[in-house]
């Protein structure tokens, strides 16, 4: 059974700082892992999303990596903003093509 | 990219009663998917509903209590049905085209329910 671990559960870092968070998975055989953005009370935004024969993603300021075998990935923010306050959450699919959830980091950039 | 309208944004409810939300795609897709996210926790999948064919449900979740319809390609309801405080949740719709496992995700904004 998939599952998706995310640490931390919540971080609060300065405005300019460089971050990273972290999403592990328990199974491996995973065909792509995706990074969603939630504000509060809002749906979700998808960030990057990484098939299984890629290392890594990059938009703008985010870079996500994977690595399959030990079953990690991570989201690396830089130059942090008070606009990128939110949650972050990574997924992949299950054996069964369902879509597996991390409960997400809660990032708060403090000004 | 997918646009996906979500109706409504928010409500309160009473207990005992029933609540529909509407999602809108801006084009057509094969699978659509209905989420749960109740207060500090993560999704949690209800059901996918594929055109032309019963909602296909995960467990915990059953279709008395979470009615489903996709009449066509770009649209899908989801019914919560004799609600109960415990119903309280953002609920989400989602779509991913052709090659569900490669695409991206899209989400709708999602429905905030409270039910008192």
């Known amino acids: 059974k998939q599952e998706v671990t995310q640490i931390p559960a919540a971080l609060s870092v300065p405005e300019g700082e460089n971050l990273v968070l972290n999403c592990s998975f328990t199974d491996s055989a995973i065909y792509n892992l995706q990074w969603f953005r939630q504000d509060p009370g809002k749906g979700l935004t998808s960030l990057l999303l990484i098939q299984s024969s890629q290392r890594e993603q990059t938009s703008g300021r985010l870079n996500a990596s994977l690595d399959k075998s030990s079953g990690r990935s991570t989201l690396y923010i830089a130059a942090s903003q008070p606009g990128d306050s939110a949650t972050y959450l990574c997924?992949?699919?299950?054996?069964?093509?369902?879509?597996?959830f991390g409960k997400g980091t809660r990032l708060h950039i403090l000004p | 990219s997918a646009v996906i309208s979500q109706k409504p944004s928010r409500d309160i409810c009473q207990r005992g009663t029933s609540l529909t939300i509407q999602c809108q795609v801006d084009?057509?897709?094969?699978?659509m998917f209905w989420y749960r996210q109740q207060p500090g926790q993560s999704l949690t999948l209800i059901a996918t509903a594929n055109q032309g064919s019963e909602a296909t449900y995960e467990s915990g979740f059953v279709i008395d209590k979470f009615p489903i319809s996709r009449p066509n390609l770009t649209f899908s309801t989801l019914t919560v049905s004799n609600m109960s405080p415990e119903d309280s949740s953002i609920y989400l719709c989602s779509v991913a085209g052709t090659g569900y496992g490669m695409d991206i995700q899209y989400f709708g904004a999602g429905t905030r329910l409270s039910v008192l």
């Open positions: 084009s057509q897709v094969t699978m």
């Open positions: 997924a992949v699919p299950n054996r069964d093509d369902k879509i597996i």
